[in-house]
């Protein structure tokens, strides 16, 4: 005897909308199995005399949907070894049906012949109930495992799954991630059956609205107000799009790569000293304006037709990915040492050649105290390095020595003093990186620090009525020194 489940859909409404074929065939079969009995058409079915096993109880086992569907397939395949059987879903069997994903996938390898019968979509019900036409473009996605990333807001978007209270409540706090809390959805159920019910509310009240029912999903309409959209990726390139256009902005299509270079550097400090003021919101606006310095040049590069944003986010995507063949491969590793390590021995590979020089790579562009601690950080992974702090302190101290040397009392400098105060900071930043103090940041704070107390120095002055040359510098420094006291 064949291995054999076929599979119904019991439609989306009541009796009369159930096909003549799926009807004969349920009431007829010995061995029918429904994922669940609460539909329309079961209740009525049921006064027919309707015998069947439904997995309503499976559903009470388990806290994750997913665990649920396996089950249930699990059970299947194994009566199906032994008798022929029906299975009967809600709806269509090849719409919103995970059990029938994962019986079409496991069935051919256990050698079981899966059989998709007849059923009618709730799709349809639903847009008859909401009077919608199709070809405007529309989602049908799961309540049970939604992202907001998968939803694309111009379009009719209905969530199904949408079981109970509980899932109801991750829906909405998903979808308040792209949609005012006021956006109004609407929740129907059973559409097209005697128990339509449709009822419009505002997102946030989504949770309170939904019953326990198998037949309902979720609908949000398209988006109108152009201001919801500028969350969306998507819009943001659009905004570009038209400031580069024919219609657009004189200084935004005047601008070119090398124009641009001043703000990407003027924005990503900007970025830096949000971040060390612990300013959140500033740091928000910040990493936009970094944002866009990224999507001007990509913009730029699409106009001039050599690259677009979707090459840059590839390209990324896919370095990702290489290099982290810990997280996206079979690669074991223990620690960040480990980690980095393989970084650099997969970006040697995608070189395919060795480099004229391990310093090759940094860049002549980065502010010359970072480039200092870049050159020593790559001279010292092929061993051109102390291997403790001490041969770098004395360093320190020998390149002030030599400093001193060189210094020209009577003209305040010389060229050579020139020279050796640049070795003298460039082993300082030996040092901070033995520390594993980034020199760049350790100078920041100092600044930040000189401004609090100079400020301060400012305000004790302004309090006193005299001018800044009434003081000396004795005085000055007393200031500085309360300054210090306070904490600044």
């Given at each position: 005897?064949?291995?054999r489940i076929e599979i119904v859909g019991l439609g989306a409404g009541d009796l009369e909308q159930?096909?003549?074929?799926?009807?004969?065939k349920i009431t007829r079969e010995p061995h029918l199995y429904l994922r669940t009995k609460e539909h329309p058409v079961v209740a009525e079915l049921v006064k027919e005399g309707l015998q069947f096993t439904s997995f309503d109880s499976v559903y009470e086992k388990h806290e994750q949907f997913e665990e649920v569907y396996l089950e249930i397939t699990s059970i299947l395949l194994e009566k199906a070894e032994s008798e022929e059987i029906i299975y009967a879903v809600p709806g269509h069997p090849l719409v919103a049906e995970r059990t029938v994903q994962l019986l079409l996938e496991k069935g051919k390898?256990?050698?079981?012949?899966?059989?998709?019968?007849g059923g009618q979509s709730f799709v349809d019900a639903l847009f008859q109930a909401l009077?919608?036409?199709?070809?405007d473009g529309f989602q049908l996605l799961d309540g049970t495992s939604l992202a907001a990333d998968d939803i694309q807001q111009n379009q009719h978007i209905f969530i199904s799954q949408v079981y109970d209270q509980f899932v109801a409540s991750g829906v909405k706090l998903t979808l308040m991630e792209k949609y005012p809390d006021e956006y109004m959805v609407t929740i129907v159920t059973a559409a097209g059956s005697k128990q339509e019910e449709i009822i419009t509310v505002p997102l946030f009240e989504l949770d309170r609205q939904v019953k326990v029912n198998n037949l309902t999903p979720v609908y949000i309409p398209p988006v109108e107000d152009e201001n919801v959209l500028f969350k969306n990726f998507s819009k943001l390139r659009e905004i570009i799009s038209v400031l580069r256009g024919p219609e657009g902005c004189p200084w935004d299509k005047e601008q070119t790569h090398e124009t641009l270079k001043r703000y990407l550097i003027e924005e990503t400090y900007e970025v830096i000293e949000a971040i060390d003021k612990g300013d959140i919101d500033h740091l928000i606006e910040e990493l936009g304006d970094v944002l866009l310095?990224?999507?001007l040049h990509a913009q730029i590069g699409e106009d001039e037709g050599y690259f677009s944003i979707a090459d840059v986010i590839e390209g990324?995507?896919?370095k990702m990915v290489r290099r982290h063949p810990h997280v996206f491969g079979s690669v074991e590793v223990e620690n960040t040492d480990e980690v980095l390590q393989n970084w650099e021995e997969i970006k040697k590979q995608e070189k395919g050649e060795a480099d004229p020089s391990v310093l090759t790579g940094v860049s002549y562009s980065l502010p010359n105290l970072i480039r200092a601690y870049e050159l020593q950080k790559k001279a010292a992974k092929v061993g051109f390095?102390?291997?403790e702090i001490l041969p770098a302190l004395e360093k320190v101290k020998e390149e002030l020595q030599e400093f001193e040397d060189e210094l020209d009392v009577i003209n305040g400098q010389s060229e050579l003093a020139k020279k050796e105060f640049g070795d003298l900071l460039f082993a300082f930043v030996n040092v901070a990186r033995f520390l594993k103090i980034h020199p760049e940041e350790a100078l920041f704070e100092t600044n930040e620090k000189f401004v609090r107390r100079f400020q301060f120095i400012e305000q004790r002055v302004g309090e006193s009525g005299k001018q800044f040359e009434d003081f000396s510098l004795e005085e000055l420094d007393q200031f500085w020194d309360e300054a210090k006291r306070k904490g600044l």
């Amino acid at each position: 005897m064949a291995k054999r489940i076929e599979i119904v859909g019991l439609g989306a409404g009541d009796l009369e909308q159930l096909p003549l074929g799926v009807y004969k065939k349920i009431t007829r079969e010995p061995h029918l199995y429904l994922r669940t009995k609460e539909h329309p058409v079961v209740a009525e079915l049921v006064k027919e005399g309707l015998q069947f096993t439904s997995f309503d109880s499976v559903y009470e086992k388990h806290e994750q949907f997913e665990e649920v569907y396996l089950e249930i397939t699990s059970i299947l395949l194994e009566k199906a070894e032994s008798e022929e059987i029906i299975y009967a879903v809600p709806g269509h069997p090849l719409v919103a049906e995970r059990t029938v994903q994962l019986l079409l996938e496991k069935g051919k390898n256990a050698g079981i012949e899966i059989v998709i019968g007849g059923g009618q979509s709730f799709v349809d019900a639903l847009f008859q109930a909401l009077k919608i036409d199709p070809v405007d473009g529309f989602q049908l996605l799961d309540g049970t495992s939604l992202a907001a990333d998968d939803i694309q807001q111009n379009q009719h978007i209905f969530i199904s799954q949408v079981y109970d209270q509980f899932v109801a409540s991750g829906v909405k706090l998903t979808l308040m991630e792209k949609y005012p809390d006021e956006y109004m959805v609407t929740i129907v159920t059973a559409a097209g059956s005697k128990q339509e019910e449709i009822i419009t509310v505002p997102l946030f009240e989504l949770d309170r609205q939904v019953k326990v029912n198998n037949l309902t999903p979720v609908y949000i309409p398209p988006v109108e107000d152009e201001n919801v959209l500028f969350k969306n990726f998507s819009k943001l390139r659009e905004i570009i799009s038209v400031l580069r256009g024919p219609e657009g902005c004189p200084w935004d299509k005047e601008q070119t790569h090398e124009t641009l270079k001043r703000y990407l550097i003027e924005e990503t400090y900007e970025v830096i000293e949000a971040i060390d003021k612990g300013d959140i919101d500033h740091l928000i606006e910040e990493l936009g304006d970094v944002l866009l310095q990224v999507m001007l040049h990509a913009q730029i590069g699409e106009d001039e037709g050599y690259f677009s944003i979707a090459d840059v986010i590839e390209g990324i995507s896919e370095k990702m990915v290489r290099r982290h063949p810990h997280v996206f491969g079979s690669v074991e590793v223990e620690n960040t040492d480990e980690v980095l390590q393989n970084w650099e021995e997969i970006k040697k590979q995608e070189k395919g050649e060795a480099d004229p020089s391990v310093l090759t790579g940094v860049s002549y562009s980065l502010p010359n105290l970072i480039r200092a601690y870049e050159l020593q950080k790559k001279a010292a992974k092929v061993g051109f390095d102390w291997q403790e702090i001490l041969p770098a302190l004395e360093k320190v101290k020998e390149e002030l020595q030599e400093f001193e040397d060189e210094l020209d009392v009577i003209n305040g400098q010389s060229e050579l003093a020139k020279k050796e105060f640049g070795d003298l900071l460039f082993a300082f930043v030996n040092v901070a990186r033995f520390l594993k103090i980034h020199p760049e940041e350790a100078l920041f704070e100092t600044n930040e620090k000189f401004v609090r107390r100079f400020q301060f120095i400012e305000q004790r002055v302004g309090e006193s009525g005299k001018q800044f040359e009434d003081f000396s510098l004795e005085e000055l420094d007393q200031f500085w020194d309360e300054a210090k006291r306070k904490g600044l």
